[in-house]
């Protein structure tokens, strides 16, 4: 496999992931940039810690259904490669996140094989990857990519993690975005946070009020989504 202008390392379920990975999309339309997706668990970082102790009480569930959603898009890669995944990732992120939310669904759901056997469908991939979902063989592959992402920035970070024109070039966590920037916009933005990252004393840059994500399936309007503030997906590191 040829080595992509980005890898980019994802977690189906995390928002913030979603929303970055639709810029860079519109990046790559514009610049014609090849990109690889990539795995990193929210679920296998986030191993050693209580998470009744840490956080809200979805979010066990939630990270673990990303754990099983990477298996089935791990037994997807063996079949049909990168392409596969791209597919893959674009379905579930515009059925997880850009499509209406459904009332006081279980974050668990997410990781079952009810939800993906439709996905799976529309792409016209077999149904056989639905029983990877319970596939902790699978698991190792997947630590080994998340520890590649961390290797790149260090681990006090969460998703997404991005490199650019690997394996020498730049890597760094997020940017985490709220909303999509214009088309026109997209690559001059771009180019800001690759020339900030390529600065070798550059460590942070972050504030912590913001708006909530604009993505439909938060339930999340566009109106509703200008207000800014702390919003508990993003306010504390390693559990994005």
């Not at 990539?38 to 066990?60: G, K, T, V």
């Not at 920035?153 to 394996?167: A, E, L, M, S, Y």
């Amino acid at each position: 496999m040829t080595t992509a202008d980005i890898n980019f390392y994802f977690d189906p379920v995390c928002p913030f992931a979603w929303m970055t990975s639709k810029w860079v999309r519109m990046v790559q339309r514009e610049r014609d940039y090849s990109v690889e997706w990539r795995f990193i668990s929210l679920r296998l970082l986030n191993s050693h810690i209580d998470y009744d102790a840490h956080f809200p009480p979805e979010y066990e569930a939630g990270h673990t259904a990303g754990l099983r959603l990477l298996r089935a898009a791990s037994s997807v890669r063996e079949q049909y490669g990168r392409e596969g995944v791209t597919a893959l990732y674009a379905t579930l992120g515009d059925h997880i996140f850009d499509s209406n939310p459904v009332p006081d669904e279980d974050p668990a759901h997410r990781g079952t094989r009810e939800f993906l056997a439709p996905i799976l469908d529309e792409l016209g991939m077999s149904d056989a990857h639905l029983d990877a979902l319970d596939d902790a063989g699978r698991d190792a592959e997947i630590q080994a990519e998340t520890d590649e992402a961390l290797a790149l920035t260090g681990k006090d970070v969460g998703t997404p993690i991005i490199h650019f024109r690997p394996p020498e070039g730049v890597a760094f966590f997020g940017p985490v975005i709220s909303r999509l920037p214009d088309p026109s916009e997209a690559a001059e933005l771009w180019d800001h946070v690759v020339g900030l990252a390529r600065f070798p004393g550059f460590a942070e840059l972050k504030r912590s009020l913001r708006e909530m994500p604009q993505l439909r399936g938060l339930g999340v309007s566009e109106d509703e989504a200008g207000a800014t503030e702390d919003w508990h997906g993003g306010s504390r590191r390693q559990k994005r």
